[in-house]
C-alpha cells in the first residue's frame, strides 16, 4: 500500500490524539479493504462501498446490528392485497444534512437516476421487479415510466410485475437509496465529494484522502441521532491485511474486515475472542472473459474448473475457514435446490484425471501448453490462492501467470469488461435470495463480468420473477442454476465465504450476522 508521507505522519498523528483522548468525542477507526471508487450510491458495486454508504445514507427500510430489516426512511408501509403494490410513509422529521425535507420525489429522481442507462449503474438490473425498470435501462421506455410515484411530499408508491419476497430487504441496499435532487442538480458531477456531499443516514462526509483515510461525522439531523455514540469514524483502506493487523494491535484500528488467514492459529493465540469468524453469505468465485478466445469454449472451461483442488484451497491456503464450493448460490436459503456441477462428487483424482482426458482432447498438454492469466486484486489471502491454483494446474499442461493490481484498478476493469483471461471475483448477498447471485449472469447485466449470455437461462430467470408461487419460483431458478452455473461457467465457485474480522473488546454493539453487516450507529466503544 503506498502512502505520502506527509499524509501517514497527519494520519497518525490523528489516530493517536484519538486514542489517547485528546479529542473530546468518541473516534471508531475502521479498516475497510479498500478506498471505495465512488461514493454516489448509483455507481457503486462493492462490499468496502456499502459499509461507507451505510454510514451516512439510508433507505427506505434499513439494517439493524443483527443484519435485520427495519424501517429506514421509511417509518411504515403498507402492501396491496396482491403484493404488487408498496406504499411507503416517509419519516415527517427525516431531513438531508443540509437541513432540508428527505421527500418522495427525492426517491422518483433517485430510482429513475438508477435505471437510466446514461447513469450506466452497475446495479441498475436490482431494480428489476419494478414496473418498466429493465425496458427503461434497455433504452426501450422513458424515465417516465418507471413504476414509482410521489403521491404527496410523504408517500412513495412502488408497482411491481408480481410479488417479490426480497423487496423489502433489497431496499438496505445501496442502490436503492435516495440522493438529494437538489443537491445533485446543484452540483453535478461533484456532489459526492467533502463539502458537497448532502446525505440523510447517521454520517456525514468531511474528509477522504485516497489512500490514507476517508472521515465521517455524526449527522445532526439524522431522525434517530440521539441513539448514535459515535462521534466520529474513520475509514482507513487496509489492502495489505499483515499491515492491518500490525496497526490493529498498535491500538490503531478498532476494526478490520479481513486478515492474512495464512497466520490464523497465531492470530487466534494472540487476539482470543477479538478474532471473529462465522458464516457469511457468499461465493469467492473466479470468472472467465467468455467472448475471448479460447475461453468460450465450455469444455475447456470445465476442465479448468474441475483440476482445481478446491478442499486445499480451503484447508490450506485459508485455514479451514472457507467451505469447498461447486454453486454459485450458497446453501442454507430456505427452499431453495443449490445444482452443483457434475465433478463435485468425485474424488480429486478421478477430476484430475477427466481434466487432463479433457484438454488433451482439446489439443492442451505438457507439450503443447495452455496459456492462461490470472487476474486478482491486492490481498495476500488472493494471492496464495492464484498461486495455489497455478500450481495445481502446471502438471496438466497450463501455463499459468498471474497478474495483481489493487482492488479499485481490478474491478473498475471488470465493470469495464477490460481484457482478461481468467480473473479473482467474490459475490456477498445484498438479500438473502437466490436471485441476487445468478442475476449476476442475465444477459447485459452490469456485474456479469464474463459477458456470458444465453437464452434458456434469462427465460428461466424471467420465469422465476413471474412465478405464482413461492416453489415455481425457486424451481426456476434452480434450473436456471443448473444451467448458467453448473453447465455452461458462468462463474467458476470455488468456495462458499466465512467472515473473519478483528474486532476490539473496547467495541460494543458488534452483532455476528451473516451478512457481515455492522452499521457504525449501533456500535459503541469503551
Not at 414496473?131 to 435501462?137: G, H, L, R, S
Not at 424471467?462 to 434450473?479: F, H, I, Q, V
Not at 470455488?494 to 454493539?509: E, R
Request: aromatic share 10%; hydrophobic share 35%; proline share 5%.
Amino acid at each position: 500500500m503506498k502512502m505520502n508521507t506527509k499524509a501517514w505522519l497527519a494520519g497518525s498523528t490523528m489516530l493517536m490524539m484519538a486514542a489517547t483522548g485528546a479529542f473530546a468525542e468518541t473516534v471508531l477507526n475502521r479498516g475497510n479493504s479498500a478506498d471505495p471508487e465512488s461514493l454516489d450510491p448509483h455507481k457503486t458495486s462493492t462490499v468496502y462501498e456499502a459499509n461507507i454508504l451505510r454510514d451516512i445514507f439510508v433507505g427506505l427500510m434499513t439494517q439493524d446490528a443483527k443484519a435485520d430489516v427495519i424501517p429506514g426512511a421509511a417509518e411504515s408501509y403498507t402492501v396491496s392485497p396482491d403484493g404488487k403494490t408498496y406504499t411507503f410513509k416517509l419519516r415527517a422529521d427525516g431531513k438531508w444534512s443540509d437541513g432540508s425535507p428527505v421527500t418522495a420525489n427525492d426517491f422518483v429522481f433517485s430510482w429513475r437516476r438508477l435505471v437510466d442507462p446514461a447513469t450506466a449503474a452497475e446495479y441498475a438490473y436490482m431494480l428489476a421487479p419494478v414496473v418498466n425498470a429493465e425496458d427503461i435501462t434497455a433504452g426501450k421506455k422513458k424515465l417516465e415510466e418507471l413504476g414509482v410515484k410521489a403521491v404527496d411530499d410523504h408517500t412513495f408508491e412502488v408497482q411491481l410485475y408480481a410479488p417479490t419476497p426480497y423487496f423489502l430487504e433489497m431496499l438496505t441496499h445501496q442502490a436503492t437509496y435516495a440522493v438529494s435532487e437538489a443537491n445533485v442538480k446543484a452540483k453535478g458531477a461533484d456532489f459526492t465529494k467533502p463539502g458537497n456531499l448532502v446525505s440523510n443516514g447517521a454520517y456525514t462526509l468531511t474528509e477522504f484522502v485516497p489512500n490514507d483515510h476517508i472521515k465521517l461525522v455524526k449527522n445532526a439531523n439524522f431522525y434517530d441521532a440521539g441513539t448514535v455514540k459515535i462521534d466520529t469514524v474513520n475509514y482507513l483502506p487496509t489492502e495489505d491485511r499483515s499491515t492491518a493487523i500490525k496497526r490493529f494491535e498498535a491500538g490503531e484500528i478498532d476494526m478490520n474486515d479481513d486478515m492474512p488467514l495464512e497466520q490464523l492459529p497465531d492470530l487466534r493465540a494472540k487476539f482470543g475472542d477479538q478474532i471473529k469468524i462465522g458464516p457469511y453469505l457468499g461465493t469467492y468465485y473466479y470468472v472467465f472473459k467468455i467472448p475471448k478466445q479460447p475461453w468460450g469454449d465450455v469444455k475447456l472451461r470445465q476442465a479448468i474448473s474441475e483440476a482445481i483442488d478446491r478442499d486445499y484451497l480451503a484447508e490450506k491456503v485459508w485455514n479451514n475457514s472457507m467451505i469447498p464450493a461447486y454453486s454459485f448460490v450458497p446453501p442454507g436459503i430456505k427452499g431453495y435446490e443449490t445444482r452443483v456441477t457434475d465433478y463435485a462428487e468425485k474424488s480429486q483424482f478421478d477430476r484430475e484425471d477427466d481434466a487432463k482426458k479433457a484438454l488433451a482432447e482439446l489439443g492442451y498438454g505438457p507439450d503443447h501448453p495452455l496459456k492462461m492469466e490470472i487476474h486478482y486484486n491486492t490481498s495476500e489471502n488472493h494471492k496464495n490462492t492464484a498461486v495455489a491454483i497455478q500450481e495445481q494446474l502446471k502438471p496438466l499442461g497450463v501455463e499459468v501467470s498471474l497478474v495483481n493490481t489493487d482492488t479499485k484498478t481490478h474491478y473498475g476493469m471488470l465493470e469495464q469488461h477490460g481484457d482478461f483471461d481468467i480473473a479473482r471475483a467474490g459475490w456477498i448477498a445484498d438479500y438473502k435470495d437466490p436471485e441476487n447471485f445468478l442475476a449476476l449472469c442475465k444477459t447485459g447485466t452490469g456485474n456479469n463480468y464474463a459477458q456470458y449470455s444465453d437464452k434458456d437461462f434469462d427465460a428461466l430467470m424471467a420465469k422465476a420473477a413471474a412465478a405464482a408461487t413461492p416453489e415455481d419460483r425457486m424451481k426456476s431458478l434452480s434450473d436456471a442454476e443448473a444451467i448458467g452455473v453448473a453447465r455452461d461457467l458462468c462463474v467458476v465457485p470455488l468456495l462458499y465465504y466465512s467472515y473473519h474480522d478483528v474486532v476490539s473488546s473496547k467495541l460494543k454493539g458488534w452483532e455476528p450476522n451473516v451478512m457481515d453487516v455492522h452499521p457504525s450507529r449501533f456500535l459503541s466503544k469503551e
